[in-house]
């Protein structure tokens, strides 16, 4: 199994100021025949399911603001909110799917310092 | 647009069964993948497993296997989740998602549905 590790596990950001998550996997989610990442994030807020911010590693899903970007690849991966804003205030889930079972990060809960 | 509307909550006891399901509308219902994820009160998020609603084939973490069976209606473009031997471990909010994008992201999610289990 892949095994997904997220840093930290909790983290205060003052608003416009930048916030960084990290993504780790056991082994590389780097698919050598197409150079693609197999990795996702995803956003989630109280009451609500989780929403899909990045895949294949760094394109941004339709919608997404461009104040989240992610990059990375292999085995060690970020999520960079740019300039924090008040709705940004969620857990945030990195996701393998490189093979099964797929395999969530524990999350990272961001808040407003 | 594409939209997931899950069946409502359900209350279980220890050792029973409870079938949730999913009813997929605004993409072609065979041709993406559909998954399970659980969310227990509090903590992250688990995936169960996935069901292709072309031919029905199916996959499951082995966490669930011998427990969980899914299963697709292809006339009401809807999947279910069939879980048994339910315990209080088994409380949690369960969703469907789909792979649009690709086969194992989640990039559509129903709405969640609460399954409690509780003597």
């Known amino acids: 199994d892949i095994v997904m590790t997220q840093s930290p596990d909790s983290l205060a950001v003052s608003l416009g100021e930048r916030a960084t998550i990290n993504c780790k996997s056991s082994?590389?989610?780097?698919?050598?025949?197409?150079?693609?990442?197999?990795l996702a994030w995803y956003q989630q807020k109280p009451g609500q399911p989780p929403k899909l911010l990045i895949y294949?590693?760094?394109t941004r899903e339709s919608g997404v603001p461009d104040r989240f970007s992610g990059s990375g690849s292999g085995t060690d991966f970020t999520l960079t909110i740019s300039s924090l804003q008040a709705e940004d205030v969620a857990v945030y889930y990195c996701q393998q799917y490189y093979g099964t079972p797929l395999l969530f990060g524990q999350g990272t809960k961001l808040e407003i310092k | 647009q594409v939209q997931l509307v899950q069946s409502g909550a359900e209350v279980r006891k220890p050792g029973a069964s409870v079938k949730v399901s999913c009813k997929a509308s605004?993409?072609?219902?065979?041709?993406?993948?559909m998954h399970w994820v659980r969310q227990a009160p509090g903590q992250g998020l688990e995936w169960m497993g996935i069901?292709?609603?072309?031919?029905?084939?199916?996959t499951y973490a082995r966490k669930f296997q011998g427990r969980v069976t899914m299963t697709r209606d292809t006339s009401t473009s809807t999947v279910y989740m069939d879980l048994s031997s339910l315990r209080s471990e088994d409380t949690a909010v369960y969703y469907c998602?789909?792979?649009?994008?690709?086969?194992?992201?989640?990039?559509?999610w129903g709405q969640g549905t609460l399954v409690t289990v509780s003597s």
């Open positions: 082994q590389s989610v780097l698919y050598s025949s197409n150079n693609k990442n197999y």
């Open positions: 069901i292709n609603p072309s031919g029905g084939s199916t």
């Open positions: 998602a789909s792979g649009v994008r690709a086969t194992h992201i989640f990039d559509y």
């Open positions: 605004g993409l072609t219902f065979t041709t993406y993948y």
């Open positions: 294949w590693a760094s």
